[in-house]
């Protein structure tokens, strides 16, 4: 029995040491990536070990790699802002993007700007060159066959800063037509003396009278059938505005 025993191991140990050295080391080295795993379990091998973390603090955290906790605190911090204070009186230098004129503007129309240049407080620029401003008309007549001259008028009350609109109030901007009495009394002139001399060369004194009045009256006619200048601002026409009350903004804190 001892004989049998003894042969029998001597035929299972003979397997073990038929496998090829590489074989032996393989095995070997599975055995130690196993053991080194957290979990006990192989390893995966170099192919997962190619993957470079993100730059990107957001896309490591999301993709489950270490991301330092400042870092982490930064890529979650929303934009920090401050309020700052116009004051009334403010000046706004602005263009204009909407044509009004006293012959086609109606009292509420919408009229749009934009601020020619930056208003700065402190040192610290507020509202960049470009900021949106809108308003309506107030006043709006055509100028009178007999008398009255055209005006236009108008104001602003918002303004629009990063996407977020504002209600302000400015004082009213305001255009008058010039007065034509000189050119009426042109108008008029030009005929009566023209009526004269024809009346002159006719009729003598009493001819001239006649013509005169004749002529004076062709040229109120004209005057009274005929209206006077009317005012017109086009888009692109430079104005200014002043606040008439403070305006509080939120504006980004600059790092």
Not at 10 to 39: F, H, K, M, N, T
């Amino acid at each position: 029995m001892r004989t049998v025993a003894v042969l029998l191991a001597a035929c299972l140990a003979v397997p073990a040491c038929q496998r090829r050295p590489e074989d032996r080391i393989r095995g070997a080295q599975s055995a130690e990536r196993a053991a080194a795993s957290p979990g006990g379990a192989a390893d995966p091998g170099p192919a997962s070990g190619n993957r470079r973390p993100s730059a990107d603090p957001a896309a490591r955290m999301a993709a489950g790699d270490p991301v330092p906790a400042n870092e982490a605190h930064a890529s979650s911090r929303a934009p920090e802002f401050r309020e700052i204070t116009l004051p009334a009186g403010t000046t706004l230098a602005l263009q204009l993007e909407t044509t009004v004129a006293s012959d086609s503007s109606s009292v509420e129309d919408r009229v749009r700007a934009t601020l020619r240049q930056p208003v700065s407080l402190e040192g610290s620029q507020v509202l960049p060159a470009g900021t949106d401003v809108s308003g309506v008309v107030t006043d709006a007549r055509r100028s009178g066959k007999v008398k009255g001259r055209a005006r236009i008028a108008f104001r602003f009350n918002a303004l629009t800063l990063d996407d977020e609109e504002y209600a302000i109030r400015t004082g009213v901007i305001s255009r008058e037509a010039r007065g034509t009495k000189a050119k009426d009394a042109k108008t008029i002139g030009i005929p009566a003396a023209g009526g004269a001399a024809i009346g002159a060369v006719i009729g003598g004194k009493k001819g001239a009278a006649i013509g005169g009045a004749a002529g004076g009256g062709a040229g109120t006619a004209v005057v009274l059938s005929t209206r006077g200048e009317e005012v017109r601002l086009p888009a692109g026409t430079s104005v200014t505005a002043r606040l008439g009350d403070p305006v509080t903004l939120r504006v980004p804190v600059t790092p």
